[in-house]
Structure formats: C-alpha cells, structure tokens
C-alpha cells in the first residue's frame, strides 16, 4: 500500500469511562498517522481525510475499528517455570516475549493460580470502545 498524507497529530485516547489511557501531550511528541499504508482502520482513515493543520477533531469508535476485539486465542495458560524464578508475577504485570525477527511482545498477567499463569497478550486497549481527540499539528 502507498502513503497518500501523513498527519503529525497531538492525540488523546479516551476510554468510555472518561479516563486518558494515553496522551501524545505528556510527552511533547506528536503521533504520525499514515493514510493509506494499511496499519490504520478504514474507519480510523475516514476521519482524517479531510483534516488540515491546525484543526482539532474528536470521533469515537467501536473496538473492532480501533485497537481490535479481543482474540481469546492471544490468552495463553503458561507454567511458572517458563519464567525467572525472580519475577515478581501478579494480575497487572507486563511481561515481554521474544517476538519474530527480534521483536518483543508484551504481554499481561491476568492471574495466577499455582505454577498456572495467565497471560493476554492482545493489545491492552482491544476489546474497548475508543474516543480519539486530535489536534492536527502539521499535514505532511
């Protein structure tokens, strides 16, 4: 797929109680949000298609258009063993695996019962209904 814009964007991610689970603004670094190269929903494209810099807009969508469902398969029952025996591992903890060609995978204690720990491994926000608040900083 091609790239036709690039938005350099300050963005908040709002869940459906309200709560900030993520801000470009805390950090000072705007997010770049490519239309057209496949890594965002059609839904998610939709509405940038029409922003120029300097516009603020706020959308919400379902799970499915935003970090996806959650999968059940991305929930893995793993042995205690599998871990150093020094890690602390409680429901909350995030864990990264080796993922392909290097890459690392984080992954989130659910529960732990025994030597039996449950991992979930699908994207933290999946499963969630999403608000995005956009400030267009620069279209590229």
């Given at each position: 797929?091609?790239?036709?814009?690039?938005?350099?964007?300050?963005?908040?991610?709002v869940?459906?109680?309200?709560?900030?689970?993520?801000?470009?603004?805390?950090?000072?670094?705007?997010?770049?949000?490519?239309?057209?190269?496949?890594?965002?929903?059609?839904?998610?494209?939709?509405?940038?298609?029409?922003?120029?810099?300097?516009?603020?807009?706020?959308?919400?969508?379902?799970?499915?258009?935003?970090?996806?469902?959650?999968?059940?398969?991305?929930?893995?029952?793993?042995?205690r063993?599998?871990?150093?025996?020094?890690?602390?591992?409680?429901?909350?903890?995030?864990?990264?695996?080796?993922?392909?060609?290097?890459?690392?995978?984080?992954?989130?204690?659910?529960?732990?019962?025994?030597?039996?720990?449950?991992?979930?491994?699908?994207?933290?926000?999946?499963?969630?209904?999403?608000?995005?608040?956009?400030d267009?900083?620069?279209?590229?």
């Amino acid at each position: 797929m091609t790239i036709t814009r690039s938005l350099l964007c300050h963005m908040n991610i709002v869940l459906e109680d309200g709560s900030t689970a993520d801000s470009t603004k805390a950090s000072g670094k705007p997010a770049r949000l490519n239309v057209g190269d496949g890594t965002l929903s059609p839904a998610f494209e939709a509405q940038l298609a029409k922003l120029n810099e300097g516009d603020k807009h706020s959308f919400t969508l379902d799970a499915v258009d935003a970090f996806g469902e959650s999968n059940p398969d991305a929930i893995h029952y793993m042995d205690r063993s599998r871990f150093p025996a020094d890690m602390t591992l409680e429901a909350g903890v995030i864990v990264s695996f080796a993922g392909p060609g290097g890459s690392e995978i984080p992954g989130i204690v659910r529960d732990v019962a025994g030597d039996s720990i449950t991992v979930d491994l699908n994207h933290p926000l999946a499963g969630h209904k999403i608000t995005f608040e956009l400030d267009v900083v620069k279209v590229l």
